[in-house]
Protein backbone atom coordinates (compact mmCIF):
# COMPACT_ATOMS: atom_id res chain seq x y z
CA UNK A 1 0.00 0.00 0.00
CA UNK A 2 1.43 3.40 -0.92
CA UNK A 3 0.08 7.12 -0.95
CA UNK A 4 1.27 9.94 -2.68
CA UNK A 5 0.58 13.79 -3.36
CA UNK A 6 2.88 14.13 -6.24
CA UNK A 7 5.75 15.49 -4.33
CA UNK A 8 6.13 12.64 -1.58
CA UNK A 9 5.37 9.10 -1.35
CA UNK A 10 4.69 6.98 1.46
CA UNK A 11 5.82 3.05 1.51
CA UNK A 12 6.49 0.47 3.63
CA UNK A 13 9.66 -0.37 4.26
CA UNK A 14 11.48 -3.24 1.81
CA UNK A 15 14.78 -4.97 2.21
CA UNK A 16 15.60 -3.03 -0.88
CA UNK A 17 15.83 0.38 1.04
CA UNK A 18 18.19 -1.10 3.64
CA UNK A 19 21.09 1.44 2.50
CA UNK A 20 18.36 4.35 2.24
CA UNK A 21 17.29 3.80 5.77
CA UNK A 22 20.78 3.43 7.71
CA UNK A 23 21.70 6.95 5.99
CA UNK A 24 18.35 8.06 6.80
CA UNK A 25 19.20 7.14 10.34
CA UNK A 26 22.76 8.25 10.33
CA UNK A 27 21.76 11.92 9.16
CA UNK A 28 19.81 12.32 12.70
CA UNK A 29 23.31 11.17 14.59
CA UNK A 30 25.22 13.85 12.10
CA UNK A 31 22.93 16.40 13.50
CA UNK A 32 23.26 15.47 16.93
CA UNK A 33 19.86 13.83 18.07
CA UNK A 34 20.06 10.67 19.28
CA UNK A 35 16.35 10.17 18.91
CA UNK A 36 14.09 9.13 15.68
CA UNK A 37 10.42 10.18 16.54
CA UNK A 38 7.81 7.42 14.56
CA UNK A 39 10.38 5.54 13.61
CA UNK A 40 9.64 2.35 15.98
CA UNK A 41 12.96 3.06 17.40
CA UNK A 42 15.35 2.99 14.23
CA UNK A 43 17.94 4.86 15.71
CA UNK A 44 18.38 1.70 18.17
CA UNK A 45 19.21 -0.23 16.07
CA UNK A 46 22.63 -0.81 14.33
CA UNK A 47 21.07 -3.91 12.00
CA UNK A 48 18.39 -2.62 9.47
CA UNK A 49 16.85 -6.24 8.72
CA UNK A 50 16.95 -6.55 12.82
CA UNK A 51 15.02 -3.17 12.59
CA UNK A 52 12.73 -4.07 9.44
CA UNK A 53 11.91 -7.63 11.48
CA UNK A 54 10.72 -5.26 14.39
CA UNK A 55 8.57 -3.23 11.67
CA UNK A 56 6.99 -6.16 10.72
CA UNK A 57 5.73 -7.55 14.01
CA UNK A 58 4.26 -4.75 14.87
CA UNK A 59 2.28 -4.04 11.44
CA UNK A 60 1.02 -7.72 12.23
CA UNK A 61 -0.29 -7.34 15.82
CA UNK A 62 0.54 -5.65 19.22
CA UNK A 63 3.92 -7.15 19.78
CA UNK A 64 5.94 -4.21 19.30
CA UNK A 65 7.22 -1.57 22.24
CA UNK A 66 3.68 0.58 22.34
CA UNK A 67 1.27 -2.74 22.50
CA UNK A 68 -1.07 -2.12 19.63
CA UNK A 69 -0.86 -3.03 16.08
CA UNK A 70 1.71 -0.33 13.89
CA UNK A 71 2.31 0.61 10.48
CA UNK A 72 5.38 2.76 9.61
CA UNK A 73 5.79 4.20 6.36
CA UNK A 74 8.69 5.57 4.84
CA UNK A 75 7.95 9.27 3.04
CA UNK A 76 10.60 9.47 -1.02
CA UNK A 77 10.52 12.46 -2.39
CA UNK A 78 8.74 11.78 -6.06
CA UNK A 79 11.35 13.73 -8.15
CA UNK A 80 14.70 12.07 -7.11
CA UNK A 81 13.86 8.86 -4.85
CA UNK A 82 15.30 10.43 -1.61
CA UNK A 83 14.25 8.95 1.63
CA UNK A 84 13.07 12.32 3.72
CA UNK A 85 11.02 10.85 6.56
CA UNK A 86 9.23 8.44 8.70
CA UNK A 87 5.62 8.31 10.03
CA UNK A 88 4.24 5.55 12.36
CA UNK A 89 0.65 4.98 11.81
CA UNK A 90 -0.86 3.21 15.27
CA UNK A 91 -4.05 1.43 14.77
CA UNK A 92 -6.16 1.61 17.95
CA UNK A 93 -4.59 3.94 21.37
CA UNK A 94 -3.96 2.37 24.84
CA UNK A 95 -3.80 4.38 27.86
CA UNK A 96 0.53 4.78 27.31
CA UNK A 97 -0.44 6.35 23.98
CA UNK A 98 -3.33 8.40 25.02
CA UNK A 99 -1.34 9.68 27.53
CA UNK A 100 1.82 10.60 25.30
CA UNK A 101 2.02 9.10 21.73
CA UNK A 102 -1.11 9.67 20.13
CA UNK A 103 -2.17 7.90 17.26
CA UNK A 104 1.04 9.57 14.94
CA UNK A 105 4.22 10.03 15.37
CA UNK A 106 6.77 11.37 12.96
CA UNK A 107 10.02 12.67 11.73
CA UNK A 108 12.12 14.53 9.15
CA UNK A 109 15.59 14.07 8.40
CA UNK A 110 17.19 17.03 9.43
CA UNK A 111 18.62 17.73 5.69
CA UNK A 112 15.27 18.00 4.65
CA UNK A 113 13.54 20.06 7.14
CA UNK A 114 11.35 23.46 6.49
CA UNK A 115 10.24 22.48 3.38
CA UNK A 116 6.31 21.48 3.94
CA UNK A 117 7.06 17.78 3.87
CA UNK A 118 5.83 16.64 7.54
CA UNK A 119 3.28 18.73 6.68
CA UNK A 120 2.32 16.45 3.63
CA UNK A 121 3.60 13.62 5.25
CA UNK A 122 1.02 13.73 8.32
CA UNK A 123 -1.22 14.75 5.20
CA UNK A 124 -0.99 11.28 3.59
CA UNK A 125 -0.55 9.23 6.68
CA UNK A 126 -4.24 10.47 7.25
CA UNK A 127 -5.25 8.79 4.61
CA UNK A 128 -4.15 6.06 5.84
CA UNK A 129 -5.37 6.65 9.60
CA UNK A 130 -9.10 7.11 7.31
CA UNK A 131 -8.56 3.37 5.67
CA UNK A 132 -8.25 1.96 9.08
CA UNK A 133 -11.78 3.45 10.20
CA UNK A 134 -10.30 5.76 12.63
CA UNK A 135 -12.96 8.42 12.66
CA UNK A 136 -10.67 11.30 14.66
CA UNK A 137 -7.48 11.39 15.26
CA UNK A 138 -5.12 12.06 18.44
CA UNK A 139 -1.85 13.44 18.53
CA UNK A 140 0.84 14.88 20.97
CA UNK A 141 3.43 16.97 20.92
CA UNK A 142 6.10 18.62 23.61
CA UNK A 143 4.19 22.04 23.61
CA UNK A 144 7.56 23.50 23.40
CA UNK A 145 8.18 21.97 19.84
CA UNK A 146 6.83 24.63 17.66
CA UNK A 147 7.53 23.00 14.15
CA UNK A 148 5.81 19.94 15.06
CA UNK A 149 2.68 22.06 16.69
CA UNK A 150 2.09 23.93 13.48
CA UNK A 151 2.76 20.83 11.70
CA UNK A 152 -0.26 19.47 13.60
CA UNK A 153 -2.42 22.75 13.31
CA UNK A 154 -1.41 22.94 9.80
CA UNK A 155 -3.10 19.97 8.94
CA UNK A 156 -5.86 20.61 10.54
CA UNK A 157 -4.96 19.66 14.31
CA UNK A 158 -7.16 21.40 16.30
CA UNK A 159 -5.46 21.76 20.50
CA UNK A 160 -7.53 19.82 23.23
CA UNK A 161 -5.60 20.52 26.21
CA UNK A 162 -2.49 20.54 27.70
CA UNK A 163 -0.69 18.80 30.74
CA UNK A 164 2.27 18.13 32.52
CA UNK A 165 3.49 15.04 32.80
CA UNK A 166 5.97 13.69 35.11
CA UNK A 167 8.49 11.20 33.22
CA UNK A 168 10.03 8.31 34.68
CA UNK A 169 12.92 9.91 35.54
CA UNK A 170 11.11 12.30 37.30
CA UNK A 171 11.39 15.44 34.37
CA UNK A 172 8.35 17.13 33.70
CA UNK A 173 7.06 17.16 30.39
CA UNK A 174 4.73 19.58 29.21
CA UNK A 175 2.43 18.30 25.96
CA UNK A 176 0.06 19.48 24.19
CA UNK A 177 -3.20 17.00 22.48
CA UNK A 178 -4.50 17.74 19.40
CA UNK A 179 -7.65 15.97 17.78
CA UNK A 180 -7.87 15.67 13.84
CA UNK A 181 -11.22 14.45 12.69
CA UNK A 182 -10.63 12.83 9.73
C1 LIG B 1 8.68 18.51 13.51
C2 LIG B 1 9.28 18.18 12.14
C3 LIG B 1 8.75 16.83 11.69
C4 LIG B 1 8.84 19.28 11.15
O1 LIG B 1 9.31 18.90 9.86
P1 LIG B 1 9.41 19.93 8.65
O2 LIG B 1 9.37 19.15 7.37
O3 LIG B 1 10.57 20.82 8.87
O4 LIG B 1 8.07 20.76 8.80
P2 LIG B 1 7.36 21.57 7.64
O5 LIG B 1 8.37 22.14 6.71
O6 LIG B 1 6.25 20.74 7.05
O7 LIG B 1 6.75 22.78 8.45
C5 LIG B 1 5.54 22.65 9.19
C6 LIG B 1 5.31 23.97 9.88
O8 LIG B 1 6.28 24.13 10.92
C7 LIG B 1 7.01 25.34 10.72
N1 LIG B 1 8.38 25.07 11.11
C8 LIG B 1 9.16 24.05 10.69
N2 LIG B 1 10.36 24.13 11.30
C9 LIG B 1 10.32 25.24 12.08
C10 LIG B 1 11.24 25.84 12.96
N3 LIG B 1 12.47 25.31 13.13
N4 LIG B 1 10.85 26.95 13.64
C11 LIG B 1 9.63 27.47 13.48
N5 LIG B 1 8.68 26.93 12.65
C12 LIG B 1 9.04 25.84 11.96
C13 LIG B 1 6.88 25.64 9.24
O9 LIG B 1 7.07 27.00 8.97
C14 LIG B 1 5.46 25.19 9.00
O10 LIG B 1 4.56 26.15 9.50
P3 LIG B 1 3.45 26.83 8.56
O11 LIG B 1 2.56 25.70 8.12
O12 LIG B 1 2.79 27.80 9.49
O13 LIG B 1 4.22 27.45 7.44
C15 LIG B 1 10.82 18.15 12.17
O14 LIG B 1 11.28 19.35 12.74
C16 LIG B 1 11.38 16.98 12.95
O15 LIG B 1 11.55 15.89 12.40
N6 LIG B 1 11.66 17.19 14.24
C17 LIG B 1 12.17 16.10 15.10
C18 LIG B 1 11.13 15.05 15.36
C19 LIG B 1 9.85 15.61 15.93
O16 LIG B 1 9.84 16.58 16.68
N7 LIG B 1 8.74 14.92 15.58
C20 LIG B 1 7.41 15.29 16.04
C21 LIG B 1 7.11 14.57 17.29
S1 LIG B 1 5.45 14.96 17.84
Redo the contacts with the bound molecule.
Keep these: MSFSDGVLRLEQPREEWADSVMDFRQSFADAGEDFI??SQQLHRFENFSSWLGAVRLCAAGPNGPLGVPSTLFLAFREEDGVLVGCIDVRHTLNDGLRRLGGHI????APPF???????RMLLLALEFARQLGIKEVQID?DTA????A??IL?AGGLPVKEDILTMRDGSSLAVTYFRIPI
Design positions: NGGYSIRRRGYARCNMPSKTG
